[in-house]
């Protein structure tokens, strides 16, 4: 005799929730050790911090990439760059970066997968910005050799397989007067999309605030987006200068 079993839709409420709780199940059972960030960014991150093994789409915000790799290198983790020519030490020190924990490949080249992958071989942070598109292959052995080590990758633009993609929009800067004045902080909203959560987190923070530093904005309150947010580019590489 064979046992009839009749499925019934679950309401959309009902599937949310059971997958959110199969998230904290999942995230107990794996306890993959993760890397610190800045507590703000720390509340929007699945698992509370940049997860071992992993990779990140980044919004091609400077000073959001900055601000991911301050924590880890203050804390003992060395962090390399690829791809990215104009990023200043200058900048990088003003937002908590610890020079003596930053190596910079500023033209890796048409190779730089491979130099991405060299690199993630031995340093527990690596950021990159594509150059080209990365075939399937490269991308499955670039996965796993992250895994295998347990680095992590940010990567500024769309990028598959992505753990979570942040996003940024709505930039203020203060500062500017009547036509005069110089820039002193930008106010902006951070979204970070999760594959392991139907529901995007955001909040309004500072970056850079009026000290170049991060900082949150309501005492770093994380709201829930309606909509999805699209990367976009932001005008996080505006330096402080003059307008007039």
Do not use: N
């Not at 199969?22 to 991150?45: C, K, S, Y």
């Not at 020079?99 to 890796?108: E, G, H």
């Amino acid at each position: 005799m064979k046992a009839i079993v009749r499925h019934q839709a679950m309401p959309s409420a009902d599937v949310h929730e059971l997958r959110a709780r199969l998230e904290r199940v999942q995230g107990r059972r794996m306890e993959a050790p993760v890397l610190p960030t800045h507590p703000v960014l720390a509340d929007l991150l699945p698992g509370g911090g940049l997860r071992a093994g992993s990779m990140y789409s980044l919004a091609p915000s400077t000073s959001l990439l900055l601000a991911l790799l301050a924590r880890p290198t203050q804390e003992g983790s060395w962090c390399g760059v690829v791809g990215m020519p104009e990023l200043g030490a200058e900048a990088a020190e003003h937002l908590g970066v610890d020079l003596s924990r930053l190596v910079l490949v500023p033209d890796p080249g048409p190779r730089w997968v491979a130099v991405t992958a060299t690199i993630a071989e031995v340093l527990p942070v690596v950021a990159v910005r594509p150059s080209g598109r990365i075939a399937d292959g490269e991308l499955s052995r670039l996965a796993a050799r992250l895994r295998d080590r347990g680095s992590v990758l940010l990567v500024q633009g769309v990028w598959p397989q992505a753990e979570a993609a942040l996003s940024v929009s709505d930039a203020e800067w203060t500062g500017v007067g009547d036509g005069h004045g110089y820039l002193a902080g930008r106010t902006l909203t951070v979204t970070v999309h999760s594959r392991r959560s139907p529901v995007p987190r955001r909040a309004r923070l500072q970056l850079p605030d009026i000290g170049g530093r991060l900082a949150p904005v309501e005492h770093g309150r994380v709201e829930r987006a309606p909509v999805p947010v699209e990367l976009a580019p932001d005008f996080a590489d505006i330096p402080a200068r003059a307008v007039s």
